[in-house]
């Protein structure tokens, strides 16, 4: 059988191509993951005694990194401590990051047992250039269909979808959002459409933007919730309108914008933007060795290199990003307890303590590949499997590091359903 890959298509989200000289990335092109038809794969010698500690597990750390953001602003989520300010204050264009206050609105006016019923969508506009959910005249929706819609997929479709169904109309909603605003003390920001799109007197310091979010994400978990999803398949349920079917697809999947929230562990959620004024905008919300923090740039480029670096500052982290059609990113780092960890996002696993430590020592991505699952016990003892080795951490008494020893495997994952009784 050959190897079994995981992934969440990073290749197919375009705003992670080019990340340019604001990441880190290797010297050369990743070698390609082989799949496994032996005798092409590449063997893992035999390791019977990886004593600890290895060569030592070093993560750099670094001052405030050096952002091209015209503004910044990161502040600690629990206490609001700031940590990080460039222009924090400045009133600019803040694109799609508009619709957190949107979605605030949507779910102030709409309580939540009324969300899942479904409604006809009136005559959808034709768009250019837009970034849309799909929605088509006279198609059946939810108000949290149109939430993902909005959040994930970016929709100004959803936008527009939801001020008129919340207000009647797109001008009595956005009066609703700047009152909103006034409550929450954000005196630097103004809105004049719910989706973001650039028009006069619309605009947002980097401190309420922080503030928004912070309050989003604290007081509307279904905001939260939605914000935090990586891919949504949205329900549709026919047009059942004139000249509709009522036989429509299954369903549309909706990818989440969010290039952070694919490739850093601890994202939460949060929203990303771009137009030709505001640039490319970006807030997110993060949660990592028990801090909670909240980051915001404005006038970014790129968003998600240099948001990944913020995060590696906060958290003391070093990334390693490369293009999405490798689909290789990784986040090295030390946890509080001193331990060691690799995340890799093209999985959603990571490998800590022992198994990081060998992971490096035994040639990484190239001889081992991906894990495909996350550490478990065996007979008493911690593995770990690989795409094509399993890891096995012997204790050798209470108080001692043990050995870390390798078998290399065809296929990983196959291996591992087998030793679960798959």
């Known amino acids: 059988m050959g190897s079994t890959r995981r992934s969440i298509g990073l290749g197919a989200l375009p705003l992670l191509a080019g990340l340019g000289a604001g990441c880190v990335a290797p010297a050369a092109p990743a070698p390609p993951i082989v799949r496994n038809t032996s005798p092409a794969v590449p063997p893992v010698p035999p390791v019977p005694a990886i004593q600890e500690p290895l060569a030592p597990f070093v993560v750099e750390r670094r001052g405030p990194p050096d952002i091209s953001a015209a503004a910044a602003l990161v502040i600690d989520a629990s206490s609001g401590e700031v940590l990080l300010e460039r222009a924090a204050g400045e009133r600019r264009p803040m694109a799609s990051t508009t619709k957190i206050m949107t979605a605030m609105v949507v779910l102030d006016r709409v309580p939540e047992d009324q969300l899942d019923i479904p409604f006809t969508v009136s005559h959808m506009r034709p768009r250019l250039g837009e970034t849309l959910m799909g929605l088509r005249s006279g198609e059946r929706t939810t108000i949290r269909e149109l939430l993902y819609g909005l959040l994930l997929a970016s929709g100004n479709d959803a936008a527009d979808a939801l001020a008129l169904r919340v207000a009647g109309s797109a001008e009595r909603f956005v009066t609703l959002m700047n009152a909103r605003a006034a409550e929450l003390g954000l005196a630097d920001t103004r809105f004049a459409n719910p989706s973001g799109l650039d028009q006069e007197r619309h605009y947002a310091s980097a401190r309420d933007l922080a503030a928004l979010a912070r309050h989003a994400m604290r007081e509307y978990p279904a905001l939260a919730k939605i914000a935090g999803e990586r891919v949504y398949t949205a329900a549709e349920y026919g047009t059942g309108g004139a000249g509709g079917t009522g036989s429509e697809p299954a369903g549309r999947k909706l990818v989440n ?166």
């Open 257 to 422: 914008q969010n290039m952070a929230l694919h490739i850093y562990p601890g994202v939460t959620g949060m929203k990303p933007g771009w137009t030709p004024k505001a640039g490319t905008c970006q807030v997110v919300s993060a949660t990592l060795f028990g801090r909670s923090v909240v980051a915001v740039l404005l006038d970014t480029s790129p968003a998600a290199a240099e948001m990944v670096q913020l995060l590696d500052w906060v958290y003391g982290t070093s990334s390693i990003l490369v293009p999405p059609e490798h689909d290789l990113t990784f986040v090295r780092g030390i946890a509080p307890d001193g331990q060691p960890w690799v995340f890799f996002a093209a999985t959603r696993e990571q490998a800590g303590g022992a198994f990081a430590r060998a992971y490096e020592r035994l040639g990484g991505m190239e001889a081992l590949g991906y894990p495909v699952g996350a550490e478990r016990r065996e007979h008493g003892r911690r593995v770990q499997y690989f795409q094509r080795a399993r890891l096995e951490h012997r204790a050798e008494a209470a108080g001692t590091t043990g050995e870390v020893s390798a078998t290399a495997l065809e296929d990983g994952l196959s291996a591992m359903l087998l030793a679960s009784g798959s």
